[in-house]
């Protein structure tokens, strides 16, 4: 059914720190791993091992610059869906494939029913769907459905597969309609916001903001000049060699 | 937005048959078409393989068309479910139009009945069509209060040129008037689609790359550096730039081919008919005009839109 549910409590979704987020994509290749062999696989690709690749990832790794001068940063922004609470992903699709789950909130696309008509990937703003061209279906971000409840696995495990492959510890998965859990009080602490707020989306993942670089007092001291000509051969000898 | 030959095709021949439709169930009701049922049978016939044709070509963009039966259940929120149950009822009255037509002949009451139901059916289709990327927030060339006259008044046209090509052949009395409906009709979607790309070209972005990315607070933002170095689905569906490069001229073409170029012909047509003939040759032509024209802007409805995503790959939307 592709009317969106009453909101429940839960909502269950990715908390993603773009202040520590490194952009090294290991994120973005755990969740094809999993994703390719699991319960939405597979994720198709074309020409794997030639010019022209191309294939659905689920999680995509960006690099922006912000700002300019000596206050520009480099920030690396991971782009997966967002779990929206109004999402117009799940209203227009006409088979009811796409729908919201009144229990997490979590967004999920029904491969059996999908008839490949391409309309969700239209209206998600996020261009959070990709549309497998063999599989001739839509695939989107699980938020690993398959493992946070899988009791198969240990519980360690049971998280999002790029929660649980990040190095930063850049990613969080939690209750975001619960405003005691870690995640929601990470969300306060940082000021996390949401992506493209005026298409009224209403996402449930939440973005923390790089933070401020604190702005240095005074100028940096220059760095005191090497005495070249008084030391014994031995040290010069030694200060190449390590300078090399 | 890519511009898919099976929904610009889809767009432009439902549009011109369920347009046709209309007009057939309008004007016979007031009395101006020909009564004669071979005409009333095979005009009504015409508009409905135009628009079965496009239904048929819809389903070759699905990657299960072997399932495309599906789509008909989710009509409570989607405008593409909606559009699907519409125009398979049109089809009921629309045959009963079409049967009443060929045997009771034509302004007669059941005809009339079935044919104004068939009217009603058939521009309710054309308008769940056009809200199908009217409810579309993310593209803002289609988020926009013009698309839905847009799209009635194209199909009104093409309808009503359609009809008048038609009626040419049978009786020149009534071929007046579909003409004449067909160039008001035309005068009202051009001026409709010259505002519309007026507003389109003047129109603020939906969004900007600082809001998609939330950095905005540090200064401008660009792309440094892409998820992938080759193109993938979201580039090559939502971020179709040919379009662009090209739409000044393209519009041009399609001003001249599909409206002011039918629009003429069709003057032309009827006059040389009250002069002698030749109508029979000149509304035909007015008729392909316009449809060639129509689908071409259709393809720039497609062409020049832009999606949200392409924000996340530093261009514009
Ligand atoms: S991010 Fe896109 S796909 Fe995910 S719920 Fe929101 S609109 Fe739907
Ligand atoms: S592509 Fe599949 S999931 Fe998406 S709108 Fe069409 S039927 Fe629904
Ligand atoms: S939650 Fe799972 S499916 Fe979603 S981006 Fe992370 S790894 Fe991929």
């Known amino acids: 059914m592709t009317a969106i549910p009453q909101p429940g409590a839960k909502k269950l979704g990715l908390v993603i720190d773009l202040d520590t987020c490194v952009g090294c994509h290991a994120c973005a290749v755990n969740c094809k791993e999993w994703n390719t062999s699991g319960q939405s696989g597979p994720l198709t690709d074309f020409h794997p091992y030639e010019a022209k690749q191309d294939g659905v990832w689920l999680n995509r790794i960006h690099t922006y610059e912000a700002g300019t001068g000596t206050e520009s940063r480099t920030v690396h922004f991971p782009r997966s869906c967002l779990h929206c609470e109004e999402p117009a992903c799940v209203t227009v699709c006409p088979t009811g494939a796409s729908y919201k789950r009144a229990e997490d909130g979590i967004v999920l696309v029904n491969a059996e029913i999908c008839i490949g008509c391409k309309l969700c990937s239209w209206a998600c703003p996020y261009g959070a769907r990709e549309f497998d061209e063999d599989q001739g279906v839509m695939r989107k971000c699980t938020l690993c459905v398959d493992r946070i409840y899988n009791e198969n696995i240990v519980e360690a495990e049971r998280v999002p597969a790029c929660v649980r492959a990040c190095p930063a510890q850049a990613r969080h998965f939690g209750d975001l309609g619960d405003p005691d859990s870690a995640v929601s009080q990470l969300v306060a602490e940082r000021g996390g916001i949401d992506l493209m707020p005026e298409m009224g989306y209403k996402p449930v993942n939440k973005y923390l903001p790089p933070r401020r670089r604190p702005v240095p007092a005074a100028p940096a001291r220059p760095l005191e000049p090497v005495p070249t000509g008084g030391a014994n051969a031995l040290l010069r000898w030694i200060d190449r060699a390590l300078s090399r | 937005m890519n511009p898919a030959f099976s929904v610009v095709f889809l767009t432009t021949a439902a549009g011109a048959g369920y347009g046709m439709l209309a007009w057939l169930g309008v004007l016979d009701a007031v009395g101006v078409l020909p009564r004669s049922g071979w005409f009333g049978g095979s005009a009504v016939a015409t508009a409905l393989v135009l628009a079965a044709a496009g239904l048929l070509a819809s389903t ?156 905005g607070f540090l200064g401008k933002v660009r792309s440094l550096e892409l998820p992938h170095t080759e193109e993938n689905y979201l580039l090559r569906e939502m971020g179709f730039v040919i379009g662009r490069r090209h739409a000044h001229r393209l519009r041009q073409i399609a001003i ?62």
């Open chain 2, 60 to 215: 070759l963009h699905l990657g299960h068309p072997e399932r495309a039966w599906r789509a008909l259940s989710q009509w409570r929120t989607s405008w593409l479910s909606r559009e699907g149950v519409v125009s398979l009822v049109t089809f009921v009255p629309a045959g009963g139009f079409g049967l009443a037509w060929a045997l009771a002949g034509g302004a007669a009451p059941v005809t009339v009945v079935l044919g104004l139901l068939a009217a009603v059916c058939g521009l309710a289709t054309v308008a769940s069509q056009a809200m199908i990327y009217a409810s579309l927030k993310p593209i803002r060339q289609w988020h926009h209060q013009a698309v839905l006259p847009n799209f009635l008044l194209l199909a009104l046209y093409s309808g009503a040129i359609c009809v008048a090509a038609l009626v040419v052949w049978v009786e020149p009395t009534a071929e007046r008037t579909a003409g004449g409906v067909a160039l008001l009709a035309g005068a009202l979607a051009l001026a409709g689609k010259l505002g519309y790309w007026r507003a389109i070209d003047t129109a603020p972005a939906a969004a900007t790359i600082e809001s998609a990315t939330g950095l």
């Open chain 2, 256 to 317: 001249w081919l599909g409206f002011a170029g039918p629009m003429v012909l069709l003057v032309v047509g009827v006059v040389a008919d009250a002069l002698g003939g030749g109508g029979e040759v000149l509304l035909p032509l007015a008729a392909l005009g316009a449809l060639v024209g129509i689908y071409l802007e259709r393809w720039l409805f497609f062409a020049e839109a832009t999606h949200t995503v392409t924000l996340y790959y530093g261009r514009a939307a």
